[in-house]
């Protein structure tokens, strides 16, 4: 596990939201590394899901019980949406939606150059954003993790045409 390291700088990143990978969770998962989905669609998605058959696992499970249980691969439906977001280089950021109305892009200056505008391609339509590094923007990226080593400088806020 030494040779694997999170890179918080990864030049792609996919967020899944509402419910991320625990779909059967209220807990909301918006975040994932340098993107946040801040508002859904109204359409649901198709996950991979795994489901448990037979005795239900528990504190004093029996040999016999545990050898009763059997794990199936299904889908499920899910109310969420999908970003899937590239760093191409030269400043341009290349990101595919699925069901998705609002998100954000979160930046730091080892990822793009704060220095020229940020070329943003959102399903087909290109625009530019200039970014500036803001310790408050730095103080809310922290907010969303409580993760300083995924801290970024400046938030693009993204509205998707449907």
Excluded: C
Aim: hydrophobic letters at 35%.
């Amino acid at each position: 596990m030494e040779q694997y390291t999170r890179d918080p700088f990864a030049p792609h990143v996919v967020a899944v939201s509402r419910r991320g990978w625990k779909s059967s969770s209220d807990t909301p998962t918006p975040h994932s590394r340098w993107v946040t989905i801040s508002e859904t669609g109204a359409d649901e998605m198709t996950y991979d899901a795994v489901e448990l058959k037979g005795p239900s696992p528990s504190f004093k499970e029996t040999a016999e019980a545990f050898a009763a249980q059997t794990i199936q691969l299904g889908t499920r439906s899910v109310a969420a949406g999908l970003v899937d977001a590239r760093i191409e280089g030269d400043n341009r950021v290349a990101v595919q939606t699925e069901n998705v109305r609002r998100f954000s892009l979160w930046l730091h200056p080892s990822m793009v150059d704060f220095f020229r505008p940020v070329r943003v391609l959102v399903n087909g339509q290109e625009s530019e954003h200039k970014v500036t590094a803001s310790l408050l923007d730095a103080l809310r990226s922290y907010q969303r993790r409580h993760d300083w080593r995924l801290i970024y400088h400046a938030e693009i806020k993204l509205t998707v045409d449907q």
